[in-house]
């Protein structure tokens, strides 16, 4: 059974730092792993998707790595500001399911 | 393009009410998914569906049931609400494939009292 982990649990900054958010998951043979931000009582929007076959993707600040070998990814925030603030959320979609496998999240507080 | 529409938003109901959490996509998805959301938990797994006509349970299915009749539509019944039910819920699709995204709905909220 896949099992997707997310560090830290939570996170407080102040405006402008460069962020890293890590997702670490159980069984390596995946599809892809796509990263989530959610707003308070809001849905889910998709950041970045990365493949099974790729190493990262990049959107704007946002930066993605995959290294399946080792069952982690990170998700890096360039020049952090008060707008990031949310909870970002992996989610792994094993080989044979394709159902995505979300951890707990991170809750990031970026303050001005 | 609506993607995946989730009715109602809000939803009070009492002890042992019953009711259908309405999901529906426009973009020929053929998995659809219903996960439940509880403060610093994550998404759990409800329900599946791999295409019109077939279902599976996820990781928690008690208390739940669903049908997919169509490949468009994929409703959630409860049929005796519980305080444990209390939760936010998602609905979500998407393709088969390693370049294929998921797609949410917004959530709905359900209170049981």
């Known amino acids: 059974k896949q099992e997707v982990t997310q560090i830290p649990a939570a996170l407080s900054v102040p405006e402008g730092e460069n962020l890293v958010l890590n997702c670490s998951f159980t069984?390596?043979?995946?599809?892809?792993l796509q990263w989530f931000r959610q707003d308070p009582g809001k849905g889910l929007t998709s950041l970045l998707l990365i493949q099974s076959s790729q190493r990262e993707q990049t959107s704007g600040r946002l930066n993605a790595s995959l290294d399946k070998s080792s069952g982690r990814s990170t998700l890096y925030i360039a020049a952090s500001q008060p707008g990031d603030s949310a909870t970002y959320l992996c989610a792994v979609r094993t080989g044979g399911s394709y159902i995505p496998t979300f951890g707990r999240g991170t809750s990031l507080i970026v303050h001005p | 393009n609506a993607g995946v529409t989730q009715t109602p938003k809000f939803r009070i109901l009492k002890i042992g009410q019953s009711m259908t959490l309405q999901c529906t996509q426009d973009m020929n998805h053929n998995y659809m998914y219903w996960y439940r959301q509880d403060p610093g938990m994550g998404l759990k797994l409800i329900y599946y569906?791999?295409?019109?006509?077939?279902?599976d349970k996820g990781e928690v299915p008690n208390g739940y049931n669903v049908s997919r009749s169509t490949t468009e539509d994929f409703p959630l019944r409860l049929e005796l609400a519980a305080p444990s039910q209390t939760s936010v819920y998602f609905c979500?699709?998407?393709?088969?494939?390693?370049?294929?995204?998921?797609?949410f709905g917004q959530g709905t909220r359900l209170t049981v009292v």
């Open positions: 569906s791999v295409g019109a006509g077939i279902t």
């Open positions: 979500a699709s998407s393709y088969t494939g390693a370049n294929t995204e998921a797609f």
């Open positions: 069984d390596s043979a995946i599809y892809n």
